[in-house]
């Protein structure tokens, strides 16, 4: 570890990808924390995203999730320079543009990636950002998008080579070797580059490997010598770090099913699914047997059902009552299961979700699953901002207004620290709230489980803050473990 006291000043680095899933947002957040740990002071940065998971700053404004944790790792509050472009893919064709972490419209991906259309320079807006970071942080760690390689899209390219040209970053190419092909997807990625491009790249790591690191000592050797870069690392796979995760992809590699001994708790798997990150809390728990689910049999095994967010609440809403879930879940509530809505979720528990002005399609109105006496009514303003309440932090990110239906009062379940109130609450095993990340709070996951106490005596609750900061002190001893950590610095320090 190097001492706080020798610190200098390091180039941007930009951890840029042979294509999407290799790992290039863990091995980012795990060198913000490593750089936090030898006296620097970094930060992330994201040109563009593309995600359903996104988090609200302290400004209350929103970006991609993946940035708001290697913020976290880096120890540092998250802000919308650190991803100034997010898109919010609304259909396989339209996307929710976020720039600079306020909604500006709904884009064709056709349209967005031409840009013709467009008053607003995209480029320069992301370039500010982070010119505005670099002014404030020492190193910007820097993740690029999917491949570097889709050479068809360089010229709108905002995110990797392109922007590590801006950013006069050292570019380090992350390939995975456990889905195979590693040397075409490393040496393809490289020689597919403009020379000015090819000589931005530094290094190379072959992430997620697995076995006997010395059955690739020749591989090593014939990859540095056909890409002429070095191996600055190869880091294993693992499974005993828990890291966030922000692409749908991780779901995955999730439970599916109910287990026995534990309290079940079923995530009902929305076709339109978002901030599932959520959740993560209740996997690491070992009081919970958490799993995401749209089977009926499951749903009405569980002892706890959560209605996760949603991108498209009317659409979901209607495939929830076309698949059999919505009955499966009002009867298994009936038989003694709790139900919790959060955001989105919180809209579908209500007795009707109406759309007037079309916000998200062409249905008027929906009937709800009846469980809250709320209704919903969608808008086009998007509410986005960090809040507290008596069981501890969380963010609201939404669109739409609930409130009490016809002469139902007001029964809040959260009293936020502004003086406003948040959610309903039937009793204890019937909720709904707007609040994302209240479930990483302790103390309402305590009051969740409260019914299911009788499963609950022989374990201890769970500091899920106190995980999260070990478990990026083990990311990053991983991987400093396994990456020429003298060589690196080398690199980022060279003139």
Known sequence: MISANSVSRLHPVMFAGTGSDVGKS??????????RQDGYHPAPFKAQNMALNSYATPEGLEIGRAQAVQAEAAGIPCHTDMNPLLLKPQSDHTSQVVLNGKPIGNKNAYDYW??????????????????????????????????????????TDLVNLPMARHAKADVILVGDIDRGGVFASVYGSIALQTPEDREMIKGII????????????????????????????????????????????ALARKSFEVQQGKVNIAVV???????????????????????????????????????????????????????????????????????LGICGGYQLMGVEVCDPDHIEGDIDCLPGLGLLPVTTTMSGEKMTRQVECEYGKG?????????????????????????????????????????????????????????FADKLSATKTFDYQAFKEEQYNKLADHVRRHVDMQRLYQILTDD
């Not at 863990?26 to 750089?35: K, L, S, T």
């Not at 076995?211 to 880091?235: A, H, S, T």
């Open 26 to 35: 863990i091995v980012a957040a795990a060198f913000c924390r490593i750089f």
């Open 269 to 339: 798997m929305l076709q339109h699914i978002s901030n599932y990150t959520d959740f993560d809390s209740l996997e690491q728990d070992s009081r919970i047997h958490l799993f995401y689910t749209n089977n009926v049999e499951d749903i009405r095994q569980a002892d706890i059902i959560i209605l996760p967010g949603t991108k498209s609440t009317v659409h979901d809403l209607y495939e929830l009552r076309r698949n059999g879930c919505a009955q499966a879940i009002f009867q298994a509530h009936r038989n003694g299961a709790s139900v």
């Open 114 to 155: 031409r840009r013709g259309d467009s008053d607003i320079d995209f480029r320069n807006e992301v370039c500010a950002a982070f010119d505005r970071l670099a002014e404030r942080y020492n190193p910007i760690v820097m993740e690029g998008a999917g491949s570097i390689s889709e050479i068809n899209l360089r010229d």
């Open 395 to 451: 963010y609201e990110i939404h669109m739409g207004e609930t409130r009490p239906f016809g002469e139902a009062k007001a029964a809040p379940l959260l009293h936020l620290s502004d003086g406003r109130e948040d959610g309903y609450i039937v009793d204890n095993k019937c909720m709904g709230t707007y609040v994302h990340g209240i479930l990483d709070n302790q103390a309402f996951v305590d009051f969740l489980l409260e019914p």
């Open 206 to 249: 072959i992430n997620k490997f697995r076995g006997d690191m010395r059955l690739f000592d020749e591989g090593r050797r014939m990859l540095e010598d056909i890409c002429g870069i070095p191996i600055l690392g190869i880091i294993p796979y693992y499974k005993d770090i828990h890291i966030e995760e922000e692409d749908s992809v």
